[in-house]
T-cell receptor, first 114, second 110 residues
């Protein structure tokens, strides 16, 4: 049973470009979460999605960031017009939902903005 | 707002030297407290979920305990392969997301 798959593992973008991060949840999981980890800092919640719905986006910056989880295909975190401060590791986690369902994390996408 | 504070920030142990990591939390109704292990360049790996004060869970050399205000991760006779950052997170009744502490970086020297 494959785990949470994220790609690319590493992404380099120039300031002003767009970054697209992909996440395929574990089989049978319909809940997806995105977290950001800045150097020397903890994991910060960004957004929680279920298929075709954004449930909680309270941790997402209001501008330039968007997320989707379509009926078919992976979840996408999109960052438009990237700035140096967007450089971080972005982790996706999934769960099947319910009380006894911890989040299972992928190995992250490390975004570097030059 | 849910908050998690972990201590110490970093801990160095000799192989076989037992110790404990602390996680203090405030949450508006606890649904669960989670412990994860994170190795460099990897995502967090799930270890335990605790739901109510007094609960304990064990896995190999690790034992997690929970009170109404904090959780402890006890490491008995650690080995170098236990070196990692250990993360604590809480899930409140207000939502499904987890709020993480900044972690304890554990180094076990042979």
């Amino acid at each position: 049973n494959a785990g949470v798959m994220q790609n690319p593992r590493h992404l380099v973008r120039r300031r002003g470009q767009e970054a697209r991060l992909r996440c395929s949840p574990m089989k049978g999981h319909s809940h997806v979460y995105w977290y950001r980890q800045l150097p020397e800092e903890g994991l910060k919640f960004m957004v929680y999605l279920q298929k075709e719905n954004i449930i909680d986006e309270s941790g997402m910056p209001k501008e330039r960031f968007s997320a989707e989880f379509p009926k078919e295909g992976p979840s996408i975190l999109r960052i438009q017009q990237v700035v140096r401060g967007d450089s971080a590791a972005y982790f996706c986690a999934s769960s099947p939902g319910g009380k006894d369902s911890p989040l299972h994390f992928g190995n992250g996408t490390r975004l570097t903005v030059t | 707002e849910d908050q998690v504070t972990q201590s110490p920030e970093a801990l160095r142990l000799q192989e076989g030297e037992s110790s404990s990591l602390n996680c203090s939390y405030t949450v508006s109704g606890l649904r669960g407290l989670f412990w994860y292990r994170q190795d460099p360049g990897k995502g967090p790996e799930f270890l335990f979920t605790l739901y109510s004060a007094g609960e304990e869970k064990e896995k190999e050399r690790l034992k997690a305990t929970l009170t109404k205000k904090e959780s402890f991760l006890h490491i008995t006779a650690p080995k170098p392969e236990d070196s990692a950052t250990y993360l604590c997170a809480v899930q409140g009744t207000s939502g499904s997301r987890l709020t993480f502490g900044e972690g304890t970086q554990l180094t076990v020297n042979p």
